[in-house]
């Protein structure tokens, strides 16, 4: 397991850019494989973007590609979600997760975070 905290949510208008930051503890980062997830008020929480172990494969949910990308340093522990042209329905709880079984298993990830708000407003 790793502890992860994220951070960089905030309020931002439509069109505008954040860049949220999650940062891991542990020494075997890079073998772990990173997501984020979403969680709007009143719906489920969904899956957003997810990037491998070394960084190699990314993926991407369909409302969000082109406009948010997920990056890792991993000599820095931290994995990055760029969100450009931010929309209103983009407003949510944003959720760091991390597994070392695979992309494939971040939806039933071991360790999450604590969330960081990101508001959209139009």
């Known amino acids: 397991q790793v502890q992860l905290v994220e951070s960089g949510g905030g309020l931002v208008q439509a069109g505008d850019s954040l860049r949220l930051s999650c940062a891991a503890s542990g020494r075997t980062f890079s073998s772990y494989a990173m997501g984020w997830f979403r969680q709007a008020p009143g719906k489920e929480r969904e899956f957003v973007a997810a990037?491998?172990?070394?960084?190699?494969?990314?993926y991407y949910t369909d409302s969000v590609k082109g406009r948010f990308t997920i990056s890792r340093d991993n000599a820095k522990n931290t994995v990055y979600l760029q969100m450009n042209s931010l929309k209103p329905e983009d407003t949510a709880v944003y959720y760091c997760a991390a597994d070392d079984r695979g992309v494939h298993s971040l939806h039933n990830a071991g360790s999450w975070g604590q969330g960081t708000q990101v508001t959209v407003s139009s």
């Open positions: 990037i491998s172990w070394g960084g190699s494969s990314t």
